[in-house]
């Protein structure tokens, strides 16, 4: 029922190497989202409960809770 | 049902049967069918239309009547912006081209937060609106299903992923393969084209090298039988998502790629000449006073700020790619909004194409300049393309009803060089033969020397035809 709407033609090569590809690549995927949030849970803590001042867990700037 | 006046429909919006974009009194609006109902109530309260428009991602708008629908059969009938000038991806940059691909995968993410996906990708749904890229097709979201691969993959890598790799890794003038491709590059000519170092990027031999051998290879599926249904997870769609940001994303233009636009930079003439260049410039576009400017082989546009200062809407062109691209960057520093860079020659305007050569406009229809500014540009056309300046007086005529034109005289040191390598056939390239040129399609209005320089400025309105 979702393909009513699907106007234009995604290709039968382009459907095959897409999944291959997201296959392979949903690995590195899932690594670095699991180091990220890993690294956002312990950047977050030394800022202790001042919780407006949380970081974001992409912030690798100057951040007043970066070890130098 | 229909109201009067009549409903005239975008001969470029027929691809897509959920609806389409027709004017009415000269108002846009875009009707959406029957049959896509159930999508477009699902866009509504998923919240994704609010969300976008709240990020600037698509064009805003409004509701209209039911009753202003163009057909029967019509569900809705919205009142979107309308965009001042419709720019084509084969007259963006790289770094605009670049943008329109990014903004269509943030699209997609924000889509994607919100239960809902792209149903396609293509460049023509990404328009310039206040110098910033915004998606125009209202209609290009649908429920997304839970195991589904990505639909629009292909059409994205062939609309983005292709031009931008094939500018990035061969030659920034190839982003013109657009301009004969209307449906986007075809892979396997990008990956015949692309250099085979770029088989060992990831991301280029996955979307443009791999992608090309696979669909060679399923050219013929379903054909004998029916295609096999793929399916994917959500969280692999992402991933793949993901892929393609970090792809465009990675891509980049070699640096001497944009050094040889260094010409408005090597003046060949004085500080004094420039000032008042720039003072004569100002002065006649607020005598002007009007609304959208069109600043002809603007170069990196330094006369384009001026008129931005004076209150003009700016398309800036220019024929040469490095100096768009340049312009552009430019702009983006200085967080200007008012200026539109575009890759266009006036001597080879882009044509219109598609069906019926009437679904992308050419340059010369969509020219909608109150005023014309065209410094240091007829000697150009005049000399370094041919053109006999009665000729060049009649293309200005049609971009827009006022002309700031810039005459260099033979002795100029630009003038010179053009004729350094050639024979002077012009004996009619001279102060009087422009004035007697230009005054069959012109009056002239003011006329004013350059200080310190041979040049001279004039301010022309069109004569009533």
């Known amino acids: 029922m979702h393909l009513v709407f699907g106007y234009i033609d995604p290709g039968a090569g382009s459907l095959v190497i897409q999944a291959i590809i997201a296959g392979i690549v949903s690995i590195p995927f899932f690594f670095r989202n699991a180091i990220r949030s890993t690294v956002g849970r312990f950047r977050r803590k030394p800022s202790g409960g001042a919780a407006s001042q949380s970081v974001s867990s992409e912030d690798t700037g100057a951040s007043p809770t970066k070890p130098e | 049902m229909t109201a009067s006046p009549a409903a005239e429909r975008e001969p470029g919006s027929y691809r897509d049967p959920s609806g389409f974009i027709f004017r009415r009194d000269g108002v846009l609006y875009r009707q959406v069918s029957q049959s896509f109902a159930d999508e477009w109530a699902a866009f509504e309260s998923s919240g994704l239309h609010a969300a976008l428009q709240a990020k600037d991602l698509l064009i805003p708008d409004q509701p209209a009547e039911l009753d202003l629908a163009a057909e029967a059969g019509a569900v809705a009938v919205i009142r979107p912006e309308p965009i001042s000038f ?3 991806p ?3 940059s790289f770094s605009q081209l670049k943008e329109a691909a990014l903004l269509t995968l943030a699209a997609q993410a924000l889509a994607a937060e919100h239960g809902m996906t792209l149903r396609d990708a293509s460049a023509y749904n990404v328009q310039f609106l206040r110098g910033r890229p915004i998606m125009i097709d209202t209609l290009s979201f649908e429920r997304a299903a839970p195991d589904k691969p990505w639909k629009p993959y292909r059409q994205f890598c062939e609309h983005f992923v292709a031009p931008l790799a094939l500018m990035a890794h061969r030659d920034g003038r190839l982003g013109l393969l657009l301009r004969t491709y ?7 000519l990008a990956s015949e084209l692309l250099p085979r170092g770029t088989r060992w990027s990831p991301g280029l ?5 791999l992608h090309a051998r696979a669909q060679r290879q399923h050219a013929d599926e379903g054909r004998d039988a029916a295609p096999r249904a793929v399916t994917m997870s959500a969280t692999r769609r992402l991933a793949l998502l993901d892929h393609l940001r970090r792809t465009i994303e990675g891509l980049r233009l070699p640096a001497r790629g944009t050094e040889w636009a260094d010409y408005a930079d090597q003046t060949s003439y004085s500080n004094v000449a420039t000032a008042s260049k720039d003072a004569i410039v100002r002065e006649m576009l607020v005598a002007v006073s009007a609304k959208r400017a069109w600043d002809v ?14 209150g003009y809407e700016v398309v800036a062109l220019d024929s040469d790619w490095a100096a768009v691209e340049r312009h552009h960057l430019a702009l983006r520093k200085a967080g200007e909004q008012r200026i539109m860079p575009l890759l266009a020659d006036l001597a080879d305007p882009s044509p219109a194409i598609g069906w019926e050569n009437r679904e992308r406009r050419s340059l010369l229809e969509r020219a909608n300049a109150d005023v014309v500014i065209a410094l240091a540009l007829v000697h150009h056309l005049a ?3 041919n053109v006999p300046l009665g000729m060049v007086a009649e293309l200005m005529g049609r971009l827009g009803p006022n002309l700031i034109v810039e005459f260099v005289p033979k002795g100029d040191p630009m003038v010179r060089r053009l004729l350094a390598t050639r024979e002077d056939i012009f004996p009619g390239y001279s102060l009087e033969g422009f004035r007697t040129a230009f005054s069959t399609r012109f009056t002239i209005v003011d006329e004013r020397p350059v200080e310190d320089s041979t040049r001279v400025i004039f301010r022309m309105a069109r004569r009533a035809p």
């Open chain 2, 182 to 188: 209307v449906d986007g590059v075809p892979l396997d």
């Open chain 2, 90 to 92: 084969f007259e963006w």
């Open chain 2, 86 to 88: 419709i720019s084509y």
């Open chain 2, 297 to 310: 082989g603007a170069n990196t546009g330094r006369y384009s700020v001026i008129a931005a200062d004076a």
């Open chain 2, 383 to 385: 000399i370094g393309r």
């Open chain 2, 205 to 209: 031999a996955a979307h443009v090298h």
